[in-house]
């Protein structure tokens, strides 16, 4: 073997033996760098004749390329080695099952909320919303509750910093004040009708939300949920009162086995005034009568206060508790379940 042939499988081997790209640079630097072997059988070929040159410097140059092939091929192992070993490192499991992601779902009283929204709706209720923290004015004394007036002690109070002597504010013990609070709205927008005496659409409005009272036991929270209803115009009547709650508590419980009770009693705010009972004709709790609202026709001081007259605008309101519901629809027997926040018992509803 002549030398050149020796050099070329030297090169070789060393490549071989390199396990790294930057093993394998500086073994390339043995060779073809600008002093190794090859470069220096290069620079030799100047002091030679011309005649030797040529052949000299031909057979060098094949020497050269077949070290450079050498060198690339190695180069492309590497690369493929590499390549190898990090898919192998990220393998996939194709085949494991995928994580689930955790499905929420709505709270057994937000679905009573949505299914009496939407109940309503069918009926020709707007639904509207209001502030929680509330004023003595729209919360008691608008709805013919004065400071004073005994029915205020029906409700233990959450009385608020930050309201004045003349304007206490409160956690809105009902959500009767939306009574006046939307229908003043209502008569603003039509306000340029009513002057002319043109009158207005009727007032149809559910306001449900979150209420509050210094109570705490099995069936009393001190945050609860209520959903007023009001309904005024110029011909509505008790009956009407009647036939919308009748339908809604059948269409709710999906049974036409049930029946309604208007058990007189007092609100400051209607006159006359009813608790609504209802009572199952089948089923775990057939036979009783369950309270489930307050009613009434909507008395004249706040039908004025809704600024509107009492001798042309009539109509009745409603409140009922969504949570009592949601307790009877689903049978369950203690509220405060419904506000512990345990998803074993939250889950159940999904
Ligand atoms: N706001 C009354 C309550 O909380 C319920 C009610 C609403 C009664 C509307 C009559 C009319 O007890």
């Known amino acids: 073997m002549n030398e050149l042939d020796?050099?070329?499988?030297?090169?070789?081997?060393?490549?071989?033996?390199?396990?790294?790209?930057?093993?394998?640079?500086?073994?390339?630097?043995?060779?073809?760098?600008?002093?190794?072997?090859v470069t220096e059988w290069m620079k030799g070929l100047a002091s030679l004749p011309v005649e030797e040159k040529k052949t000299r410097g031909a057979a060098i140059n094949q020497a050269k390329q077949m070290v450079e092939a050498a060198l690339a091929a190695r180069r492309q192992a590497l690369a493929d080695a590499e390549l190898e070993a990090q898919l192998k490192s990220e393998a996939l499991d194709v085949t494991l099952p995928g994580r689930r992601v955790p499905a929420g779902g709505l709270h057994p009283v937000s679905l009573t909320l949505?299914?009496?929204?939407s109940i309503f709706g069918s009926m020709g209720f707007e639904v509207a919303q209001g502030p929680e923290i509330e004023t003595d004015w729209f919360n008691f004394t608008a709805l013919n509750t004065p400071e004073d007036h005994p029915a205020r002690s029906m409700h233990d109070t959450f009385y608020v910093k930050g309201g004045t002597d003349a304007a206490p504010l409160l956690l809105r013990t009902h959500t009767s004040p939306m009574q006046i609070?939307?229908?003043?709205?209502?008569?603003?927008?039509?306000?340029?009708?009513?002057?002319?005496?043109?009158?207005?659409?009727?007032?149809?409005v559910i306001a449900p939300g979150r209420t509050y009272r210094v109570d705490s036991d099995a069936t009393h929270s001190p945050m609860f949920h209520q959903c007023e209803g009001l309904w005024i115009g110029e011909a509505v009547s008790f009956k009407d009162l009647k036939v919308v709650f009748t339908d809604f508590c059948r269409t709710f419980f999906e049974s036409e086995d049930l029946v309604l009770r208007f058990r007189p009693s007092f609100f400051p705010f209607t006159e006359p005034s009813a608790e609504v009972d209802i009572q199952f004709q089948s089923g775990p709790l057939s036979g009783r009568w369950l309270e489930v609202a307050g009613s009434g026709q909507v008395h004249p001081n706040v039908v004025r206060n809704m600024g509107l007259d009492p001798e042309k605008y009539i109509g009745f309101a409603f409140g009922m508790g969504p949570?009592?519901?949601?307790?009877?629809?689903?049978?369950?027997?203690?509220?405060?379940?419904?506000?512990?926040?345990?998803?074993?018992?939250?889950?159940?509803?999904?």
Do not use: C, W
């Open 323 to 350: 949570d009592r519901l949601t307790m009877l629809r689903y049978g369950v027997n203690d509220l405060r379940l419904f506000f512990d926040g345990d998803l074993r018992f939250l889950s159940q509803f999904q």
């Open 114 to 117: 949505e299914r009496i929204e």
């Open 181 to 204: 609070r939307h229908a003043v709205q209502h008569v603003k927008r039509h306000r340029a009708s009513l002057d002319a005496g043109r009158g207005m659409p009727e007032i149809r």
């Open 6 to 37: 020796a050099l070329v499988v030297t090169a070789q081997d060393e490549f071989t033996r390199a396990q790294t790209p930057a093993d394998l640079e500086n073994a390339k630097a043995l060779f073809l760098g600008k002093t190794g072997k």
